[in-house]
């Protein structure tokens, strides 16, 4: 059984833990303001401040005081008694119960005797005695936790300190995470670990050598009364890019509840810049959009989706603007509904979108959007749309999300001949975005960027043949962490293909590397 510290205010659940596989009797359980070590009864009833609660399964113990009888079986969680504890309860009000599991067909009797001395002799499987005390936040809130977190350069260890001033005894947890500007990185991001912990004899640590993924406890300690430094170690792998890092503690004096002792600090690794990361979106055929985001690695691209929102089946045609950032609020999307009514949907850290707004009507004349990046070169990305006629037109970006286009320019004619187009991003090193074109015959061009609004595009060069086996091309911006764009391609079959960008306009891809099945459960990539 343990020591329970309780918070002024609400209830409490008085369950015993049993190491017995399965129940299947009655658990006897008793109060009293004394240590309960004899004679039975003595100092028998709860503490001034606490009362019993409504009992809906355990009952009182005929001719006691503050002694009840719980049916049990089973495994798991069991019923207990029910105390309510008042708000004006006074700090370090204490008290002490005891349990005792009385299987069917025995003497309850001495059952309710053994719970009621059941601090004098050892605790095993079938007994045991605890006390409970309250605290209140008053007093929680004399507990206080200093960091001391300097940089860490990249390749190199460095110490860094939490210094605890506890009044209680409590449970500390540690963890790491990125810096609120930052997006929600993983262990391919972030190769730091912690490789030693030290601290006093009033602190008891343990910790794990996992780097420092999101989220995740790494050092935990439970610390008695006293002040106390820890200090752990942090190992960074060499290379390991400039991420700002916040350091999270928490300290837990009340058994239960999110009434924690908290402090974080912020630290930075010095090393090199840290590269920009795209996601990929995908649409479901229950008009669900789904979110991935990037790990950095070659091999999987993807760590597991989480979804944006629900309600996107109404749009046919989604397409984004520039490439899907993680850590910046870039990729804004446009839509557009069976009605012809065009929607901008801007990105937002954390969101990832804004509720809609709408551009305008009249935009079923065309059938196709993609959005291009900054064709311009004005920092503002822009559309392109093909009418019917094979006619493309440039919608150059304002930069508003009231008015998010200029009025349209036309820069070519005969556009037609392709049955994909896709874009947003720089896939020659030359800082404009290009633009990728397959026809009919499953022929792949390549239309690099000129920066100029009059002819955004230099003239076509071919890339390769045999690209209709795909029934889907995204160009995703930089999955791999190689500060060049990538393409995603799908299979009919539902594979999922990644082309890695290499920079070169002759060469714009390196041979492909499959990267997952079962894809096509998304009727839109993006």
Known sequence: MNDIVLRPSGSWAANAASTLPSLDGTMVYAFATKPLTGPAGDGAGLPAGLTFGTQEVCKPAPETTAVYLCKVGGTGVH??????????????????????YAPTGSDLTAAVQAAQTAGATPADSTHGAGTFTVKTPEHVAQNTLAFNTPDIEAGKSSPQTLHVHAVDAGHLDLRFGP??????????????????????????????????????????????????????????????????????????????????RTAEAAFAVDGPPVRERHTLLGRDSAGKLW?????????????????????????????????LSADKATGDLITRDSSGVLWYHRHVSGGPFAPRARVGTGWNIYNSLTGAGDLTGDGKPDLIA???????????????????????????????????????????????????????????????????????????TKIGAGWNIYNTLVVTGDLTADGKPDLIARDTAGTLWLYRGTGSAAAPFASRTKIGAGWNIYNTLI
């Not at 106390?228 to 503690?249: C, H, Q, V």
Request: with cysteine.
């Open 291 to 323: 979110l991935y985001h990037p790990t950095g690695n070659a091999s999987a691209p993807f760590r597991i989706r989480s979804l944006i929102s629900s309600g996107w089946q109404g749009y046919n045609t989604l397409t984004k603007l520039s490439p």
């Open 79 to 100: 019923a207990a008694p029910i105390i309510a504890i008042s708000p004006e309860t006074p700090n370090n009000t204490m008290g002490y119960y005891g349990a005792v």
């Open 179 to 260: 810096a609120p500007d930052q997006y929600g990185w993983s262990s391919h991001d972030v190769d730091i670990r912690v490789t030693a912990v030290t601290a006093s004899e009033s602190a008891q640590c343990t910790h794990k050598t996992e780097s420092l993924t999101m989220g995740i406890v790494l050092i935990q300690c439970d610390l008695t009364p006293g002040d106390t430094d820890i200090t752990y170690t942090l190992t960074s792998a060499p290379g390991t890019e400039s991420w700002d890092i916040n350091a999270y503690a928490r300290y837990q004096v009340y058994s239960w509840g999110s009434d924690y």
């Open 386 to 460: 093909r009418d019917t006629a094979g006619t493309l037109w440039l919608y150059r970006g304002t930069g508003s999300a009231a008015a998010p286009f200029a009025s349209r320019t036309k820069i070519g004619a005969g556009w037609n001949i392709y049955n994909q187009l896709a874009g947003t991003a720089d896939l020659t090193g030359d800082g404009k975005p290009d633009l990728i074109a397959r026809d009919t015959a499953g022929t792949l061009w390549l239309y690099r960027g000129t920066g100029t609004a009059a002819a955004p595009f230099a003239s076509r």
